[in-house]
C-alpha cells in the first residue's frame, strides 16, 4: 500500500517451551516473509522530542535495550528438538489440546524460527493475537533470529551463545553473542520483554512534563519491549553498527492506555568509504520513504544529534536514522513503520561486512580502530540514556549493560592523525555530518 500523503510523524517524544540450559546455538532456518505498508505523521500525545524526560526517556532505552537485562538474573537456554521438553504443563509443539496428533500451529512454527523461545507464555500470546504487544514481541524475536542468522553466516566459523534471563518483577529476556570469531571480534543481539509498574520519580516526571496521568494506590503498570545490538567487526576498514527498536506502553487507573515507538539504526566506521555511506543510508531512506516521505531526513538529523560527543565536537559515526516517542497516527501505522525499519537491518549493513571482512590492514590502521573504539565506549558510557540508566539501577546485571562495548579499545594522549590522511578524512565527516543521499 502506498504511502499517505504529508508530514504527520510527529515525534514527541511469551514462551514456546524448550527448556532453559546451556549451548552454542547456530541460527535457526528462515523466518516469515515481511509484512510491509505505509502511515503518516500525527500530532503525539506527549508533546516534543524531550518532554518526556530524562528519568522516563532513560528508563524506556534501558529497559528495552542491551540494558534492559539490568532487571534479571540469567538462564542458559537452548535450542532443542521441537519434539523435546515441556514447560508450564504444555508441549511447544502443540495447540494446547490433549492430542499428541495434534499439528503445530502458526505460532508455534514460527517459534521454530526464533533464537529461543518466547519470553511470553505461548498460552498467552495466542490469547491476544491482535494486542499491539504480541505483534511486537514476535517481530523482535524475529529480527533478533534474522540479524543472527546473517551475521553467523558470514562469520562462518564462530557460533551465537544464547542467555535468557528473568526479571524478578516480570518479564525477562534473551541476549545472544557471537564472540571471537573469524570476522566479528564481538556481536550482541538482545531483546528483552518486561512488565510491572513505573517507580513514582518516573510517573511524577511524566506530572512534570504536562502529561497527567490516573494513578490508582501509587502504581502505574507498563510493558516495555525490545530488540538491540552493537557489532564490532575485527577488520578496522568493516564498520560498527548499532540498532534498537523499543515499544512502551502504560495503562492509567481507569484503563486507558498510552502507547509510544522508539529506536534506530547507525553506523560507525573507522575509514570512509563513500559507497559504503551512500548504500547505507539510502536502505534507510527506502524503508522510511515508504511512510511518507518527511521521515528520513527527520530522523537522519535527529541520529546526528543525538550520537554526538560534545567533549570532543564530533560524532560516533556517519549517522543512520534515530526516533523516540512515536504515538501517532495509529499503533498499528507506526508498528509497520518500525517494523520497515527492522527490516532493513540485514540488507544495509551485512553487504559491507561481506565487502570489506577479508580487506589487508596495516597496524596503523588496527590501532587507529582502536581509538575510535575509545570514542564508542566514550559515548556509551558518558551519554547513552539507557546504558546510564542501568548502570544506575542497584542489582544491575552489568554483563548485559556493557554488552554493547568492544572487547579490546585504546586510548592515547594527545594523538592527532596526520593532515590529509584516512583519519584525517573521517574526524571531518564527525565534525560535519553529510547528506548522503541527494
Known amino acids: 500500500m502506498a504511502a499517505l500523503a504529508g508530514p504527520w510523524w510527529r515525534a514527541a517524544r511469551g514462551g514456546c517451551g524448550w527448556p532453559r540450559v546451556a549451548r552454542l546455538c547456530r541460527p535457526p532456518g528462515p523466518a516469515c516473509a515481511p509484512h510491509r505498508r505505509g502511515l503518516r505523521h500525527g500530532p503525539g500525545s506527549l508533546g516534543a522530542r524531550g518532554r518526556l524526560g530524562a528519568g522516563l526517556a532513560a528508563a524506556l532505552a534501558g529497559m528495552t535495550g542491551l540494558a534492559a537485562a539490568a532487571f534479571g538474573h540469567v538462564q542458559r537456554a537452548e535450542m532443542v528438538p521441537r519434539s523435546s521438553g515441556t514447560t508450564r504443563g504444555r508441549s511447544p509443539g502443540r495447540r494446547g489440546g490433549d492430542d499428541d496428533d495434534e499439528e503445530p500451529d502458526e505460532l508455534t512454527r514460527r517459534c521454530g524460527s526464533f533464537m529461543a523461545s518466547p519470553v511470553t ?150 575509514y570512509l568509504d563513500q559507497e559504503d555511506a551512500v548504500h547505507f543510508h539510502r536502505t534507510l531512506k527506502e524503508a522510511c520513504d515508504k511512510h511518507g516521505p518527511d521521515l528520513y531526513p527527520k530522523f537522519k538529523k535527529w541520529c546526528d544529534d543525538y550520537f554526538f560527543i560534545a567533549h570532543r565536537g564530533e560524532r560516533r559515526g556517519i549517522g543512520g536514522i534515530f526516533f523516540d516517542d512515536l504515538n501517532s497516527p495509529s499503533p498499528e501505522e507506526v508498528f509497520r513503520f518500525v517494523k ?39 559515548f556509551n558510557l558518558v551519554y547513552d540514556r539507557g546504558t546510564k540508566f542501568g548502570l544506575s539501577v542497584p542489582g544491575s546485571r552489568i554483563e548485559s549493560i556493557l554488552m554493547s562495548l568492544p572487547l579490546t579499545a585504546r586510548w592515547e594522549y594527545m594523538h592527532s592523525p596526520s593532515e590529509n590522511s584516512k583519519e584525517a578524512e573521517i574526524l571531518e565527516v564527525l565534525r560535519h555530518p553529510r547528506d548522503w543521499v541527494h
Request: net charge neutral; with cysteine.
Open 340 to 378: 520497515s525499519c527492522a527490516e532493513a537491518v540485514v540488507p544495509s549493513y551485512v553487504p559491507l561486512v561481506e565487502k570489506h571482512c577479508d580487506d589487508a590492514f596495516t597496524p596503523q590502521e588496527k590501532l587507529w580502530q582502536q581509538l575510535r573504539r575509545g570514542r564508542y565506549v566514550e
Open 121 to 270: 507464555d505461548l498460552r498467552e500470546l495466542r490469547r491476544r493475537p491482535e494486542d499491539m504487544k504480541t505483534k511486537m514481541e514476535l517481530m523482535i524475536l524475529e529480527t533478533q533470529a534474522q540479524v543472527c542468522r546473517a551475521l553467523a553466516r558470514v562469520d562462518g566459523a564462530a557460533s551465537f551463545s544464547v542467555d535468557r534471563w528473568e526479571r524478578k518483577e516480570g518479564g525477562g529476556g534473551i541476549t545472544c553473542v557471537l564472540q571471537d570469531g573469524r570476522v566479528f571480534e564481538k556481536a550482541g543481539v538482545s531483546i528483552s520483554v518486561v512488565h510491572g509498574n513505573l517507580s513514582e520519580e518516573a510517573a511524577k516526571q511524566m506530572k512534570g512534563r504536562g502529561k497527567v496521568l490516573k494513578i490508582k494506590d501509587g502504581k502505574l503498570p507498563f510493558t516495555a519491549m525490545g530488540v538491540s545490538s552493537v557489532i564490532h567487526p575485527t577488520n578496522p576498514h568493516a564498520p560498527t553498527m548499532h540498532f534498537n527498536y523499543r515499544y512502551f506502553e502504560v495503562e492509567e487507573a481507569d484503563g486507558n492506555k498510552h502507547w509510544w515507538f522508539g529506536g534506530g539504526c547507525d553506523l560507525t566506521p573507522m
